[in-house]
């Protein structure tokens, strides 16, 4: 294994057990950290490595047949690889680029409705070959990071950025809501925090999708037990368990999206207390009714968050969306903004 990748995994062991992963992520770690091990930086979006989909890496075309009774799975398999190569999909004959065209319109507007900077202004990094790229007006994209984007327009429409603010981000992932934010606000100050595994596989693409001059690595900060030396508009990787750090810390924005969800509710109670004094507004996007109890032990609602983040007030809440449907899974998805105060 990577010293690097090494080094945090044994940071990660060695930390209370309030940090390791409840049973929704344990299910996905020796898969994840078996993939890594044959991970190919000019490949890695491909759709070879599909645990990577877990954490926002989801950038296949991937039909799901799931929907199908199982005697039809054949068939639909059949219909799959033959007929559908290039031709029009039901209903309304819609085809593959008309759904790209409209997600990319869907930003183009929500994002002028929103006050954002527009769409036509970013590009998403081909590092690793993401198999879902596409482009429109010239510029690259992949339908997970047009996604994205609406989130960035939401949160946009609320707090007006100025460019310099600081963001502490936990549960990261693919590192796509970072790339999207600094590639339009430069001057942004951002912590990832996450997992050892998704934290080193984030660092490593917004490395290459940033440049290195961009980033503080975690090789780096691993050893770090405050955040006296973060650099002003860097982005900078941390381990789950570095959260105490962010305690005392003056930030502009808590962001965590579909990640929160996916835990017990002690230990987002836990990371939650280490942002709430500081925080001046803390974004999130989870499933309204929690997820199912088949995968996490006890799901939280909308509810308790709002019950949790006492001190705030919601500002904004919504269905949320990615740019070519509603979050529907799990009875749907909100994201919200709550202010302090
Ligand atoms: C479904 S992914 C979402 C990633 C990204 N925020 C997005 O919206 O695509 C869930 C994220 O939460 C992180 N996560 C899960 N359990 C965690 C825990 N106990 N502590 C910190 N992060 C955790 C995972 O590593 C992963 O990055």
Same mark, same amino acid.
């Given at each position: 294994m990577d010293a690097h990748l090494k080094k945090l995994i044994d940071a990660y062991e060695n930390s209370d057990k309030i940090f390791h992963a409840t049973k929704y992520w344990d299910a996905y770690k020796q898969e994840i950290l078996k993939e890594l091990s044959s991970l190919d930086l000019k490949t890695f979006r491909s759709g070879k490595h599909p645990v990577f989909q877990t954490f926002g890496f989801n950038e296949t075309r991937k039909w799901k047949?799931? @929907?199908?009774?199982? @005697?039809?799975?054949?068939?639909?398999?059949?219909?799959?690889?033959?007929?559908?190569?290039?031709?029009?999909?039901?209903?309304?004959s819609i085809s593959y680029e008309d759904v790209q065209s409209i997600a990319y319109r869907h930003c183009k507007y929500?994002?002028?409705?929103?006050?954002? &900077?527009? /769409?036509?202004?970013? #590009?998403?990094?081909?590092?690793g070959s993401p198999a879902d790229y596409f482009k429109i007006e010239g510029k690259g994209y992949t339908m =997970?990071?047009?996604?994205?984007? /609406? @989130?960035?327009?939401?949160?946009? =429409? =609320?707090?007006?950025f100025k460019g310099? #603010?600081? /963001?502490?981000e936990l549960?990261?992932?693919?590192?796509?809501?970072? #790339? /999207?934010?600094?590639?339009?606000?430069?001057g942004m100050t951002i912590l990832c925090f996450d997992l050892p595994a998704q934290l080193y596989l984030c660092e490593k693409y917004l490395t290459e999708a940033l440049g290195q001059d961009q980033v503080v690595s975690s090789d780096e900060t691993v050893n770090w037990n405050t955040l006296d030396k973060v650099e002003k508009g860097k982005v900078h990787f941390f381990g789950n368990w570095?959260?105490?750090?962010?305690?005392?810390?003056?930030?502009?924005?808590?962001?965590?999206?579909?990640?929160?969800?996916?835990m017990e509710p002690n230990v987002v109670q836990n990371y939650l207390s280490y942002v709430k004094e500081n925080a001046k507004h803390v974004y999130l996007l989870?499933?309204?009714?929690?997820k199912e109890v088949t995968r996490v032990e006890n799901p939280i609602t909308f509810?308790?968050?709002?019950?949790? &983040?006492?001190?705030?007030?919601?500002?904004?809440? =919504?269905?949320?969306?990615?740019?070519?449907?509603?979050?529907?899974?799990t009875g749907g998805y909100f994201e919200a903004v709550w202010k302090k105060g």
């Amino acid at each position: 294994m990577d010293a690097h990748l090494k080094k945090l995994i044994d940071a990660y062991e060695n930390s209370d057990k309030i940090f390791h992963a409840t049973k929704y992520w344990d299910a996905y770690k020796q898969e994840i950290l078996k993939e890594l091990s044959s991970l190919d930086l000019k490949t890695f979006r491909s759709g070879k490595h599909p645990v990577f989909q877990t954490f926002g890496f989801n950038e296949t075309r991937k039909w799901k047949l799931t @929907r199908f009774k199982p @005697r039809l799975l054949a068939t639909a398999a059949v219909i799959k690889g033959t007929l559908f190569q290039g031709w029009a999909l039901h209903p309304y004959s819609i085809s593959y680029e008309d759904v790209q065209s409209i997600a990319y319109r869907h930003c183009k507007y929500y994002g002028e409705h929103c006050d954002a &900077l527009p /769409i036509s202004s970013l #590009e998403v990094s081909t590092v690793g070959s993401p198999a879902d790229y596409f482009k429109i007006e010239g510029k690259g994209y992949t339908m =997970q990071f047009l996604g994205f984007y /609406i @989130r960035y327009a939401f949160v946009q =429409q =609320q707090l007006r950025f100025k460019g310099d #603010e600081v /963001i502490v981000e936990l549960g990261s992932g693919s590192g796509h809501q970072v #790339e /999207i934010l600094k590639k339009l606000y430069p001057g942004m100050t951002i912590l990832c925090f996450d997992l050892p595994a998704q934290l080193y596989l984030c660092e490593k693409y917004l490395t290459e999708a940033l440049g290195q001059d961009q980033v503080v690595s975690s090789d780096e900060t691993v050893n770090w037990n405050t955040l006296d030396k973060v650099e002003k508009g860097k982005v900078h990787f941390f381990g789950n368990w570095q959260m105490p750090m962010v305690k005392g810390f003056d930030h502009d924005l808590f962001w965590n999206a579909a990640s929160f969800g996916e835990m017990e509710p002690n230990v987002v109670q836990n990371y939650l207390s280490y942002v709430k004094e500081n925080a001046k507004h803390v974004y999130l996007l989870q499933a309204k009714n929690g997820k199912e109890v088949t995968r996490v032990e006890n799901p939280i609602t909308f509810e308790d968050y709002n019950n949790w &983040l006492s001190g705030f007030k919601l500002i904004a809440s =919504q269905d949320a969306y990615r740019a070519h449907m509603r979050m529907k899974e799990t009875g749907g998805y909100f994201e919200a903004v709550w202010k302090k105060g």
